[in-house]
């Protein structure tokens, strides 16, 4: 028990994040590419109509942005365009290279710190390809960047992984860049396929086999419970119709999801990662939260974010990680709590949840039961009578219930 209690603590102090520099305040709506059209106008039109709060366009064009009001990671930049750019509030930031290998992180130092002395106000874009391990400590030792951007397209290219690192790995990604981008301070953004079919122009107008969305949606919210700060799809051109700025069946898709994520961005962006556990069957890499914990979620297949904000309020992003039907949802309180409100995606106003009294005192006081609680043998009634008494995650219990669509998540506030 000691070792899992020093693990969570361990946690919580890893993620608090680092003071001064740039700061991401916004939650990033991008995407790489857009509708194949000539006219730029109508392009960014099409992008701030999808959802998108940013997106990636060539340094001659940032009028076109600031006409639409859509922020620009800026493609084609040097650090002394960058020096004149530095108070242009429409700059996201600037594009430097797509997934670089390990070899060329020195010159990738040099060429951030060049761009961060001409403008500190504005990042530099780096996106890693999702490997693990050496690869993404020595990228934030090394380059030292202002963010941690990644892609990995769990139903793209899931498939012919499996054979060496299992069915998970998706999972195991994200928990290797939360922590790394947690421990060093800074946000995580990922980069999400916008339709579960395999890359593929073929796809781009056909319709989307049945079970696309609640993939494609269940990649977003599994990676918001992981606290990421952005969603990058990929690609843009495949959400519109051929030669068209107008939403083909899998840019609407998306584009109800960038409204979703409208709402929830202002929340979000100022709420601090605290643990992630999963309930079974568990993914690679992923755990269960310990009895002893204020909150513990019940149910098959669900991914528990627990955020708090500047003032240590409790959020808690719940998902279900199963794509092929809903998942019943009950998160058991071991602490008196007042309230449990969840955010409605579609308003984005909160309403409150029921919460039930549980009763359950015979299997609290069941020897096995507690045995299992404190990890050391029950001995006599008058010492779960002092347990009882000075332990809050004995019975009565407090709880909520309900339910979630497949890979569907949803945001509680807790008070």
């Known amino acids: 028990m000691g070792k899992v209690l020093f693990t969570a603590i361990l946690l919580i102090l890893i993620v608090v994040p680092v003071a001064g520099g740039w700061e991401l305040n916004e939650f990033m709506l991008s995407t790489w590419g857009g509708p194949e059209i ?15 709060n940013t997106a ?7 009028d076109i942005c600031l006409k639409y009001g859509i922020k620009a990671i800026v493609d084609g930049a040097t650090p002394e365009i960058a020096s004149k750019l530095k108070n242009d509030n429409m700059v996201w930031g600037y594009h430097l290279v797509d997934e670089p290998e390990t070899d060329l992180f020195p010159e990738l130092a040099r060429q951030v710190k060049a761009f961060r002395d001409a403008d500190p106000n504005h990042p530099v874009y780096i996106n890693l390809f999702a490997r693990s391990g050496e690869h993404i400590r020595e990228f934030i030792d090394m380059v030292k960047p202002d963010f941690l951007s990644y892609d990995y397209y769990q139903w793209w290219y899931g498939d012919y992984q499996k054979w060496w690192e299992g ?22 953004i990922c980069w999400v ?3 579960a079919n395999k890359h593929d122009d073929r796809y781009k107008n056909v319709p989307l086999p049945s079970d696309s969305n609640p993939k494609v949606r269940q990649s977003v919210y599994t990676s918001l419970a992981y606290g990421v700060k952005g969603i990058q799809w990929f690609h843009g051109r495949l959400l519109f119709e051929k030669e068209s700025a107008e939403l083909n069946e899998c840019g609407r898709h998306v584009a109800s999801i960038n409204r979703e994520l409208e709402l929830l961005g202002p929340v979000l962006i100022k709420l601090y990662s605290q643990n992630v556990f999963h309930t079974k069957p568990l993914p690679r890499s992923t755990r269960e939260t310990y009895p002893q914990h204020w909150v513990v979620p019940e149910g098959d297949n669900l991914v528990v974010g627990l955020f708090q904000n500047n003032d240590k309020n409790d959020f808690i992003m719940i998902t279900n990680r199963c794509v092929q039907h809903g998942s019943r949802a009950i998160l058991r309180f071991q602490r008196k709590i ?3 409100e969840m955010f409605d995606k579609h308003t984005g106003l909160w309403q409150p949840l029921e919460i039930k009294e549980v009763q359950d005192f015979k299997n609290a006081y ?25 332990n809050s ?6 709880s909520v219930e309900f339910l979630l669509a497949p890979g569907d998540g949803e945001l509680l506030r807790v008070n």
């Open 38 to 52: 000539k006219d730029d106008n109508a392009k960014i039109q099409a992008l701030k109509n999808a959802g998108f």
């Open 56 to 62: 990636m366009f060539d340094v001659g064009k940032l």
């Open 167 to 188: 069915d998970t790995g998706y999972f195991a990604r994200l928990e290797q860049h939360r922590e790394a981008a947690f421990k060093a301070g800074i946000p995580l």
């Open 193 to 195: 396929e916008v339709t």
């Open 338 to 340: 007042k309230t449990v």
């Open 366 to 390: 069941d020897p096995e039961s507690l045995e299992k609680f404190l990890g050391v043998p029950t001995r006599a009634h008058d010492r779960l009578v002092h347990l009882r008494n000075i």
């Open 393 to 398: 995650y004995l019975p009565p219990y407090q």
